[in-house]
């Protein structure tokens, strides 16, 4: 393995210690393995918690901190946190005003996140949920029942991040981050395979001069194969898939966030110049684009290819959108 490692079963636990000495404004508790905001329980905000497996960072350790989340959970690479994680960063965060748990549809991640609910609801923390489901690429997959969460995810947890930091209380960041999630659709690309540190090799099978359209964030398959397409090609054929299906959820014309994100081994180059084509697309299609952000958010390790998400967003969640955040990731007006 040509791998920046020490060893594969260690991975987890070197980058959380590398995260703690990056960001002494972070509480990172490597063994118990949590991310946390250091002042979530200052100010009577909303607790905002949530996590998945390692392999996709920055998401979601890279998001915490001001204006975002108040703590994260990672689990193994590509493998669900457990309940007690979950339930270690409801009690990190809660300041009295409840906690609501941000969970992206992967059965794992739904079904840990919902014993911890239920756990935080025993101990007397008033817990909500909302489920991220943006990818419009297919229907039920190897990891998931409905549609997978993918790059809405960083949409739900910058703008109700922002609720939460204004005050809002907590039934009201839940309705915006299900507005955000309901109003967001994301369509990715793979170029290659990625590879997980404990497996050592691709975990699919890509061959040269082709790509998987629709892929997820662990390598899940997707729509099709097709033999290697152009830049040009690729953002036709997934803006098209994502207008469809976001056409129900308000006018043609309304204005998105756009966000291209790259999956782990896309230079920026490439990312920028399918932004432009991405950008092209949509003002031949008569949609204005309000905000946009390009780069590597959402990953699946080392693999070679993109997602497009676009968020139908009203004069409100703009105004979220565009407040001071400062995260390891994202940051700006701060």
């Known amino acids: 393995m040509r791998m920046l490692i020490n060893t594969a079963d260690t991975v987890v636990a070197d ?9 002494p404004e972070l509480d990172v508790d490597v063994e118990n393995r949590l991310v946390v905001r250091r002042d979530a329980r200052e100010g009577g905000r909303v607790g905002l918690v949530s996590g998945g497996g390692s392999g996709h ?16 959970c990672p689990g193994e690479v590509f493998t669900s946190p457990v309940p007690d994680q979950m339930l270690r960063a409801a009690g990190a965060v809660d300041s009295g005003q409840g906690v609501l ?10 079904l840990n996140f919902q014993m911890a609910a239920e756990l935080a609801e025993d101990d007397g923390l008033r817990v909500e949920q909302v489920l991220v489901n943006d990818d419009v690429a297919v229907t039920d997959s190897l990891y998931t029942a409905g549609r997978r969460g993918t790059g809405g995810t960083l949409f739900v947890e910058k703008i109700a991040g922002a609720a939460a930091e204004e005050g809002a209380p907590l039934d009201r960041v839940a309705a915006i981050a299900r507005q955000v999630n309901e109003s967001s659709r994301s369509f990715g690309v793979a170029l290659s395979a990625c590879t997980t540190p404990a497996k050592g090799s691709p975990t699919f099978d ?8 629709g892929i997820g964030i662990h390598g899940e398959p997707g729509r099709e194969r097709r033999a290697m397409m152009t830049s040009r090609e690729i953002a036709e054929f997934a803006v098209g898939a994502v207008l469809e299906d976001l ?3 308000g006018p043609a014309d309304a204005p998105v966030l756009a966000l291209v994100n790259g999956m782990g081994a896309t230079p920026l180059l490439e990312l920028y110049g399918f932004h432009a084509e991405v950008a092209r697309v949509l003002e031949a299609r008569g949609v204005p684009v309000a905000r946009s952000l390009v780069g590597n958010y959402v990953t699946s ?10 968020c139908r967003a009203d004069d409100e969640l703009l105004r979220l959108w565009d407040a001071p955040v400062q995260t390891a990731a994202l940051r700006w007006g701060r």
Do not use: I, W
């Open 206 to 213: 890509l061959p040269d001069g082709e790509l998987e359209l």
């Open 247 to 249: 056409a129900q959820s």
């Open 101 to 110: 748990f941000v969970v992206k549809n992967y059965t794992g991640d739904v």
């Open 301 to 310: 390790l080392d693999m070679a290819g993109c997602s497009v998400t676009l």
């Open 57 to 72: 960072e920055p998401l979601h350790g890279g998001f915490v901190g001001y204006g975002m989340l108040s703590a994260a």
């Open 15 to 23: 980058a959380l210690r590398g995260m703690a000495a990056a960001h």
